[in-house]
Every structure is written in C-alpha cells, then in structure tokens.
C-alpha cells in the first residue's frame, strides 16, 4: 500500500536518491531547515529553538530521520564536535516530543545510525547486537540510537539503519577518494591496511525501502555489502579509472597534522556484517566491489 513518508534531511545525499525511489509508489513530504519549491510538499523546523511546522505530520504514517551535520567536511573543533552530536541527538529529541505531545498517525520511524557504532576494530566482526565502541563517534552514535529507541514507547515500529562508506558519484567519500587519483596522485592512507565496510548508495536505499515496507523489520541493521582494504579500495578505484598509482602511502602523522582528531575517521576501520539484513531477505544489487565501481564511474 501507498504511504506518506516524512523524511528529514530529504535533500542530502542519500535523502535525495532515497526520495526519488520512494516517489515512484509513495507520497513523500520534505522536513528541512528552509522550505523549498517543487512537486514534494515542503515544510520547515529549526532544531536549535524547537520548533516544527506541525502541518508536516498531517496523515504521516512513515518518518524516515536522515538529518545530521556531516563529520567528514570540517576539522573536529570543539565547537563542530558539538554540532555533530547536537544535530543527531537534539533533531531525534524534537521528533519524539513532538509526536508525545500531538495527535498523529505515524506507525513506523526509520532512523539513520551509522557502523561507527562499534568503534575501530580490525580483528573482529561486528553484528548488531555488539557493545558500542567507547571513540568520540561511537559515543555519538550510542547517544543519537538511545534517543531514536524513546520512539519505541509510543507504540512505533522503529528501525535504525546503521550505515556504512556509502559509494556514490554524486559526493560523499568515493568522490573524496577519486579525486586525487584521476589526479594522479591518488595512494593508500596511514597502513592502507584499515578496513572499509562499504555499500552502494541504490543498495543502501534499497535497504531503507525494505525497512518502510517490510513490517516484520524492528530494531537495528547494518547497511554494508562487504569489507575491503583502503589500499584494495584504492587500487580498486585505479583500476577502474585506468590510471596508475605511483606515490608511496600517506603516512598517519601527516594526515593527523592535517585532519587532527578527524584522522581517525580514514587511519582506523572495521569489518561489519551484512548477514542480518540479507537474513531478512534483502538482496543486494552490487554485492561485488568492481561492480559497484564500474556502475558508478565506468
């Protein structure tokens, strides 16, 4: 059956491609920081003061929650640390009270989480059901998941997806990684040895279409296909963009100076499992890395 589906952050990356597959058998309405024109019904909230269009919510029966301040575009100051976590957790927040407070027919709340849940780890495997990870995003994370579970006292469905490196050739960090390498001076990062537990952006979508469809999904799921080195990630890019790859690693220090604190995000990794999502039946488009590449850069 068609829904009405309320989604936050609808024009970022992933909010504008998920858009696009839902319209085609659903009614999408926008909740932003401003309100835009268009054929999508758009309404405004401004998180920092609590305030929300209470007109977004008419005859909503799905919200699927994708705001968040990115951690991967400026420098980790103290102040942009506290808009990472303030804009996850504060958003969640105003959802959840403004639905304790009025009248609504929402039934499902899909969230945005992300595998930074776990924290770095090389060694080991990470399921859903592992501890959170005691870094500043993993903290993050934690806190953003805690306030996204108070929803689940309403008698809503709730699912957070936990996203991976998502690869897209619109932005985000394949475009990041391209770059220097159609450049040629693409290399591996720190060891290169760090793993990166990636998912194609029409997969990751698909996943968050089966979480709004599929009633039967409750709680957490990763969303990643597979795990792959940076340094296999790199020359894998290389590859398929014919070029050579000639500099020796960046080494840590300098990406430390560099990036400081934000460092952490390209020196470390982890090895997530997809089998929770493909035991609820989910099927991936592009489960093999060089395919993923090649429909997105080829």
Known sequence: MAKIILITGATGLIGSRLSEMLSKNHSIVQLGR???EGKISSFVWDIS?????????????TIVHLSGASVGDKRWTVSWKKEILDSRVQSTKLLFDTLTENKHSVKTFVSASAIGYYGFE???????????GKDFLAQVTKRW????DKVSSLGIRVVKIRIGIVLSAKGGALKKMVLPIKCGIGSPLGSGQ?????????DLCGIFVKAI???KMDGAYNAVTDWVTNEGM???????????LWLPKVPSFALKVILGEMADIVLNGSKVSSEKIRQAGFRFQYPVLEDALKNLLG
């Not at 090389?122 to 959170?132: H, Y």
């Not at 760090?194 to 029409?202: E, F, G, N, T």
């Not at 790199?234 to 050579?244: D, G, N, Q, S, V």
């Open 145 to 148: 998941e805690d306030e996204v």
């Open 213 to 215: 469809e599929d009633e």
């Open 194 to 202: 760090q793993y990166l537990s990636w998912i194609h952006i029409d």
């Open 234 to 244: 790199t020359k894998a890019i290389a590859k398929i963009l014919k070029r050579h």
């Open 122 to 132: 090389c060694d080991s495997i990470f399921e859903e059901q592992g501890d959170s």
């Open 34 to 36: 401003s309100k835009r």
């Open 49 to 61: 003061k609590s305030e929300i269009d209470l007109n977004a919510f008419d005859e909503v029966d």
